[in-house]
């Protein structure tokens, strides 16, 4: 259980600060070749992925946060639990997606 709350709020935390699996912070600190998305030639930033990328669409529609702008993430997050719990689990989602692509990727 304290592994689970740990990863959760790791993942919040990488998306909150965009310091994480994300290729625009990796190429920055000189972790990753390039900092582009591997679905699109935008800059992978947290804004991309959270609010633009066609590749999350899916994720964004699952964890109903579809339409929300950073403008508004933050108040979206603090006016309910489950609306906290909707961009946890999308924070979530997206890591996994992204570390098994990566992955793929190395093989």
């Not at 740990?6 to 994480?20: A, F, P």
């Not at 679905?39 to 992978?44: G, K, L, N, T, V």
Request: net charge negative.
């Amino acid at each position: 259980m304290v592994t689970r709350v740990i990863n959760m709020i790791t993942h919040v935390t990488q998306l909150m600060t965009g310091r994480g699996n994300f290729e625009s912070y990796l190429y920055g600190i000189g972790r990753w070749e390039l900092p582009e998305c591997m679905y699109c030639d935008a800059r992978d930033t947290v804004e991309h992925r959270l609010f633009h990328c066609s590749e999350w669409e899916e994720y964004r529609g699952r964890a109903g946060i579809s339409g929300l702008e950073p403008e508004n993430l933050t108040a979206y997050m603090l006016n309910s639990e489950d609306n906290w719990r909707a961009v946890e689990e999308f924070a979530r989602a997206t890591h996994r997606a992204k570390e098994a692509e990566d992955r793929r990727k190395d093989f």
